[in-house]
């Protein structure tokens, strides 16, 4: 059996807290760990007992560590396992992770694909094409995708890309401005048909405001 020895606060926060068993620091876990699992000063812990208790204790990080990097945007769950392999969280504590995040509704891959043709269509407007691509890598299946892409417009995308940079190019002379807006688009993704029908549709709006 060990013997809880101290229960100390650390960390400017004072959430984490070092335990010692029989006089030696053991492991450190967060406060609210303490109260959950009833720890306390003089408690004995045997073999299993502690195995249990460090064990929940990793599968806690593994999670507080999947709610932070889905706190900055969504993930894929394809993103999120990755990430927590990387950190060295073993599988079965992933997986229990990914099934919990999922009841939470906080991982999904179907909502993951609608934000992500969303927030490019807003803000980087790009081609279908390229929108697969990128949601590929990321490692949604592909009948989620293609729900999520069928969304995108492709010729008012391709408008909404070129009008902002076109305005950086309005003092040029038509080819240059047609070369230059071309190969922007073609960089996003588009295919020959819609940049030549948007240059034509931009030029001429631009004209039109002189």
Not at 8 to 16: A, C, H, I, S, V
Not at 127 to 156: F, H, P, W, Y
Request: hydrophobic letters at 35%; aromatic letters at 10%; charged letters at 35%.
């Amino acid at each position: 059996m060990n013997t809880i020895t101290a229960l100390r606060t650390t960390g400017r926060t004072k959430k984490q807290v070092n335990l010692f068993l029989d006089g030696k620091y053991a492991f450190s876990l967060e406060k609210n760990n303490i109260t959950k699992q009833g720890l306390k000063v003089g408690m004995e812990l045997s073999s299993s007992r502690l195995d249990e208790l460090k064990n929940s204790l990793r599968y806690a990080r593994c999670l507080n560590a999947a709610y932070r990097y889905l706190s900055y945007r969504p993930r894929s769950e394809s993103e999120l396992r990755d990430r927590l392999q990387r950190r060295g969280f073993p599988t079965e504590h992933i997986d229990k992770v990914v099934e919990k995040l999922k009841e939470q509704g906080l991982l999904n891959d179907e909502a993951f694909a609608r934000f992500w043709a969303e927030n490019r269509a807003s803000f980087r407007p790009r081609s279908r094409q390229m929108t697969r691509r990128e949601l590929q890598k990321k490692g949604v299946a592909k009948d989620v995708i293609s729900q999520a892409i069928n969304e995108i417009d492709e010729t008012e995308s391709a408008y909404n890309a070129a009008i902002a940079r076109a305005r950086r190019l309005q003092n040029l002379e038509y080819q240059e401005f047609r070369q230059r807006l071309a190969e922007f688009l073609r960089r996003r993704g588009f295919t020959y048909d819609t940049i030549n029908q948007t240059i034509r549709r931009v030029w001429q709006e631009m004209k039109n405001e002189l």
